[in-house]
């Protein structure tokens, strides 16, 4: 749930905006018919990517924004990562055990795993990582889950094991992080400061090229890399800050791939001509965005209000006008087709007459001149709080104020720089409503954002959620690792979340990458269609630059 | 005027104080800090990787002693290291992107001089004609028209449609292997729109400020006094009008020195450009005091220092004024 | 005496004979008409969301097209004049006032009030203007009210200069202290004899600082802290339509020629001021 997703743990489509700048300005040609090219992997070509922040830093631990991450995953590996299908599999472990009492992980690492300067990797790697999360030199903001570990040890060169007071199963996506190489950096306190934070080396894929910042990043393909080595032989991010030029340059050839948005999909791209070039990719993005109460407002104190209110949301228009029809209804904080995500809860379709009706049941009878709903001499007015600058939640906003308006309830917009929202917001909870959005990552522990503890200044459950059976439920989850006992209660979790609305849950929207079309061996999964990067080739015959080593 | 200079700059130092200050204290000011941009809204930060992160960066002392320490770092010129997790020396940062900047805007100032004063002077000599109101209308367009969409609109057209140009960034990716003048050329395509759209849209104020100096000289006395003599009109206009109304742009130049470093991140956002612009407003957005505060201190200096400059060469050019 | 009905009638000639001021000034009239009466210029709601209809091309139903949730272009133009004009007119408001107030008081008083006055205005000029528009406007919200407050607070020192100038010069001159004889209070003789002279070089500030002020909100909402959606300004709606140049054409095209038509207008009118009232530039 993390709002900046971690490369090791979830390729982020978000950092697969591709956008590249081509020598020149010229126009390619088209690709030859794609039939007559035989579809036999072949290594060589680049392809260039396009992103709209630049990078801080390599080393993931210390940075926090989804580029530098991303960045980050073309050269380390952590232990595990997700596969396709969004289930856990092992990356520089080969496998793991958990200890049937839950409290102890068992990794036994893959053996023959060089560094990216030919030294070997091994288990003492692994502590040395452990050891630099948790130490106070680090400027880390994920060290937490690596708090819990109670004990480590590395009995031989090729096992480590992490052992817990109490079992914990996020623990096993938290050894996800990139491992870091002692050898390289035994000798930084810090590691932020160590020259690997600029010019990393890892075991991963790629290998580090060149980085100016602000600008490009370049990697070139390890040959070496222990899961075979990659098709594409370069890499290279470019910082494109603007969405408008981004797509230009896409057209023109200079980018390979970026994520479209609604209306580029749905409108701009809709052309044979485009169509020849590159292909399009739709799947169910990892993150929702929602209408949030302030649960102690003594409007929204009560549930019946907040009902009304997701009665009185139309999220079919939502997801036609926002997304033109590019995503689906949210029910619950969970991504619908994922296991954990509980399709048979209580929905609210879009029901004015019914929220009338709750609204009024909760004494909201009489109204002013205007329409606008009266009790005790109270309007029914309030605002709802966003951050400025995202067009997203801007036309979100604007849709469900029309939509509240029809019920009788007046809602003022205000938006916040971000810097400022998220302290008004999460720093001093001032505030009545809010639209936001989290993004969902695979394992399904939301403990910080529903538990009843984690409601102080700058914790994550800001509207105030407390509800018994739910921490009960919560903490039961993330106890075991036992899959069918997490389902029932997050299926659980999710019913009584249902009923009782403390955000009105709106929409997912699907990610909209596009690819030009000479990239081949792309298969959108669940987990989106950067999974398997290592495994996308340009046919020999659709190549369009030779990479000098 | 030594002692004039030297009382100038005594007077700087005094006022660089006050403005770090102001800035530091309006920085401060500001709801949200650097902490809170990388961890609040991330589920794997708590309370005690916060108060670990602010101590790491000295956010936890009182605002006096942070204002101290960064005072005693410049006094010896020490930058500090930036808030952003790069934790790169500030000094660094700002000097990566000064070169890119610093092209661009004497590339335009270049251009707009180049094309502002002769349009100037001409429209004056002839006032009131077409080309006097045409090159007005002109002007004043590259000054009201919103640059960004002006700015896609000429991408659209020289990069996509006709293919001549570049559409974004300062070289291609290939430029590394390029020869020496390959790389020029490279460097100059990429730099050809974003030079010439910072010339258009700075051209009226120099322009007409020429104009409105030469219309003044025009009608001074020993302008009429030369026209008696017989002199042609070309050497009247050249010799002695130009140069009287040249003056003044000294002081234009001088005023211009700290917008040298100064970059529009409008501008640098279309065209993905990766200067100063940029890095000023994203430390303003993430709070990146020390950022911050070197950029803020950098420019006020260079203001300082451009209206010295101003102000002492127009005393040099024009004998009639002497500071006292 | 200052402002006769002879040199004003001058002045008034020039300016009408010079086209592009007249020109100015009328576009500066159409558009006053289109933000103080607009349902003369639409009959549409430019809030009325129809997501049946989004980014539709200018037809017979919408003039202009509709924008990326539906709404009638024309109708959030003409709205977005209003907010345009509003914010221009007050942020100059704001920074007219301050440097009136303090230009006057610097020169009428002099001495150590000046060297104060002039050294705040130094100060305030080495920072970067936008700067400190950005910054105020992050730190707080962008609202309508803060961002004309912050230009209007960050673009006073020019006329500040301006009004000390001319009354420094005016201080001295002959008919301030004939009034003076006459026992003129000083209220009196800044009122009857300092402003009717310097207001043409503050006339001028004032267009031009409405015509700047249009063009910075458009810039900050192209970062994303100018107006804010969904009210409709300009700037908000050219920002938006950038991103669909190519294809929603109308979408950046008429509020991008709004803002282009404007503020050239406000240029040419104050450009025009400032040729036919300076002294110095008495035309052939």
Redesign the interface.
């Given at each position: 749930m993390s709002l900046p997703p971690r490369r090791a743990v979830l390729p982020s489509i978000a950092l697969l905006l591709l956008l590249a700048a081509c020598s020149g300005g010229k126009k390619e040609a088209p690709p030859e018919n794609a039939s007559s090219v035989p579809n036999v992997p072949a290594y060589g070509d680049r392809i260039v990517e396009g992103s709209i922040g630049g990078i801080s830093g390599f080393l993931s631990a210390v940075t926090s924004d989804s580029a530098s991450h991303a960045a980050a995953g073309y050269v380390f590996n952590g232990l595990v990562r997700y596969d396709k299908d969004l289930k856990l599999e092992g990356v520089l472990a080969e496998s793991w055990e958990v200890s049937p009492d839950g409290k102890r992980i068992t990794f036994r690492l893959r053996r023959n795993v060089k560094w990216q300067d030919g030294a070997p990797f091994t288990s003492s790697d692994v502590m040395f990582t452990y050891q630099r999360m948790i130490d106070p030199n680090t400027p880390t903001a994920y060290g937490d889950a690596f708090k819990q570990v109670r004990r480590a040890s590395a009995p031989d060169p090729f096992t480590f094991v992490a052992e817990y007071a109490r079992p914990f199963a996020p623990a096993l996506e938290s050894w996800g992080m990139d491992i870091l190489p002692k050898h390289l950096l035994e000798k930084y306190p810090d590691i932020s400061k160590s020259p690997l934070n600029r010019k990393p080396v890892g075991t991963g894929p790629y290998r580090f090229v060149e980085w100016r910042a602000g600008e490009k990043v370049v990697f070139d393909a390890n040959p070496d890399y222990f899961e075979g080595k990659p098709y594409i032989t370069r890499v290279i991010t470019r910082v494109i800050p603007d969405q408008a030029t981004m797509f230009l340059e896409l057209k023109s050839g200079g980018v390979d791939t970026m994520d479209l948005t609604p209306p580029q999909y749905a409108r701009q791209t809709e052309t044979a001509e485009f169509k020849k070039s590159f292909n399009r990719y739709k799947y169910t993005a990892s993150g929702y965005t929602y209408l949030g109460f302030r649960l102690s407002h003594p409007f929204f104190r009560d549930k019946r209000v907040r009902q009304a209110i997701a009665y009185a949301s139309d999220k079919k228009a939502l997801i036609d006008g926002v997304l033109l029809g590019l995503g689906q209804e949210a029910t619950g904080p969970y991504k619908p087709g994922t296991w954990a995500c509980n399709p048979n809860v209580v929905k609210y379709p879009h029901d004015p007459a019914r929220a009338k009706a709750l609204l009024a049941e909760a004494g909201w009878k009489e109204k002013d001149k205007d329409g606008v709903l009266r009790k005790d001499g109270q309007t029914f007015e309030f605002t709802v709080l966003t951050n400025a600058g995202n067009e997203a939640r801007a036309k979100t906003a604007a849709i469900l104020q029309q939509n509240l308006a029809e019920v009788g309830i007046r809602m003022q917009i205000r938006t916040v720089e971000w810097a400022a929202f998220i302290n008004q917001f999460i720093d001093k909870r001032d505030f009545e409503a809010v639209i936001l959005g989290w993004s969902i990552s695979p394992d399904p522990d939301q403990y910080v954002i529903w538990h009843s503890s984690m409601t102080g200044p700058k914790e994550l459950n800001f509207v105030g959620f407390a509800d018994p059976e739910v921490d009960k439920l919560l903490e039961e989850g993330r106890s075991t690792f036992d899959l069918e006992k997490r389902k029932k209660a997050y299926f659980r979790i999710q019913e009584i979340l249902a009923e009782e609305q403390p955000y009105v849950f709106l929409f997912v929207p699907d990610a909209l990458p596009v690819v030009q079309s000479r990239f081949h061996g792309i298969q959108p999964a669940l987990a989106g269609i950067s999974y398997n990067f290592n495994k996308w080739y340009v046919p020999k015959a659709l190549q369009k630059h030779r990479i000098e080593p | 005027m030594l002692r004039y200079i030297v009382r100038r700059l005594a007077w700087a130092v005094p006022i660089l104080v006050g403005i770090s200050l102001i800035s530091f204290l309006m920085i401060h000011m500001a709801p949200g800090g650097p902490i809170s941009v990388g961890t609040d809204l991330n589920p794997k930060a708590t309370a005690e990787t916060r108060a670990r992160l602010e101590a790491y960066y000295g956010l936890d002392q009182p605002l006096h002693v942070q204002y101290g320490r960064w005072l005693g770092r410049m006094a010896t010129l020490d930058f500090g290291d930036s808030f952003s997790p790069d934790g790169r020396p500030v000094a660094e940062k700002i000097g990566e992107r000064i070169p890119i900047t610093l092209t661009i805007n004497v590339l335009s100032m270049g251009l707009i001089f180049l094309v502002a004063i002769p349009i100037g002077i001409y429209s004056a000599v002839h006032q009131g004609s077409l080309f006097d109101r045409v090159s007005t209308v002109f002007v004043f367009t590259g000054f009201s028209i919103p640059t960004f969409w002006l700015a896609l609109l000429l991408m659209i057209l020289f990069g996509v449609k006709l293919g001549w140009l570049p559409i974004s960034g300062i070289g291609s990716l290939e430029y590394h292997s390029l020869s020496m003048m390959g790389k020029i050329a490279d460097r100059a395509r990429h730099l050809l729109l974003p030079v010439l759209l910072t010339g258009f849209t700075g051209l009226a104020g120099m322009s007409r400020y020429m104009r409105s100096n030469m219309l003044e000289v025009i009608r001074q006395d020993y302008i009429a006094s030369a026209r008696a003599k017989g002199l042609p009109e070309g050497t009247v206009v050249f010799r002695h009008a130009m140069r009287n109304a040249l003056l003044p742009v000294i002081t234009i130049l001088g005023l211009s020195v700290p917008d040298l470093l100064g970059g529009s991140v409008i501008f640098e956002t279309i065209f993905a450009i990766p200067g100063m612009g940029q890095l000023f407003y994203q430390g303003v957005m993430s709070r990146d005091y020390p950022l911050i505060m070197g950029i803020l201190t950098i420019g006020a200096f260079l203001t300082l220092l451009g209206n010295l400059l101003a102000d002492v060469g127009y005393a040099l050019a024009d004998p009639r004024i002497r500071p006292e | 005496m200052s402002g006769s009905v002879g040199i004003r009638r001058n002045i008034a000639r020039r300016l009408l004979r010079n086209?592009?001021t007249v020109a100015g000034g009328l576009v500066i009239v159409f558009f006053f008409l289109v933000a103080a009466f607009p349902a003369l210029f639409t009959s549409q709601n430019p809030?009325?969301?129809d997501?049946?209809n989004?980014?539709r091309p200018p037809s017979a139903a919408h003039p202009l097209g509709t924008d990326?949730?539906?709404r009638d272009v024309l109708a959030r133009v003409v709205y977005g004049a209003r907010v345009s004009m509003k914010v221009g007119f007050v942020a100059v408001g704001i920074a007219m006032a301050i440097g009136l107030v303090l230009g006057l008081l610097a020169g009428f008083h002099g001495g150590r009030v000046d060297m104060v006055l002039m050294?705040f205005v130094?100060?305030m000029?080495?920072?970067?203007t936008?700067?400190l528009i950005?910054?105020a406007?992050?730190?707080?919200?962008?609202?309508i009210v803060i961002i004309m407050a912050v230009i209007g607070l960050t673009g006073w020192m020019g006329v500040a200069r301006l009004v000390r100038a001319e009354t420094l010069s005016l201080k001295e001159r002959d008919f301030v202290a004939a009034a003076r004889a006459q026992g003129a209070g000083t209220l009196r003789i800044v009122f009857r004899h300092i402003l009717p002279n310097a207001l043409a070089p503050i006339l001028v500030a004032a267009t031009l600082g409405v015509?700047g002020a249009i063009?910075t909100e458009?810039?900050l909402s192209?970062?994303?802290?100018g107006v804010?959606?969904?009210t409709p300004s300009w700037?908000n709606i050219?920002t938006?339509g950038?991103?669909?140049?190519?294809?929603?054409w109308w979408l950046?095209l008429f509020p991008?020629l709004a803002?282009?038509v404007t503020?050239?207008g406000y240029?040419?009118l104050g450009?025009g001021i400032?040729d036919a009232t300076?002294p110095?530039?008495?035309?052939?």
């Open positions: - | - | 086209r592009l809030a009325r969301i997501v049946a989004i980014l990326d949730l539906g050294r130094d100060i000029l080495c920072f970067p936008f700067f950005l910054a406007i992050a730190f707080l919200s962008p609202s015509a063009l458009s810039a192209f970062l994303g802290i804010q959606p969904p700037g050219l938006v950038k991103n669909y140049i190519e294809f929603a950046s991008g803002i282009l503020v050239l240029n040419l450009e400032r300076d110095r530039l008495k035309g052939r």
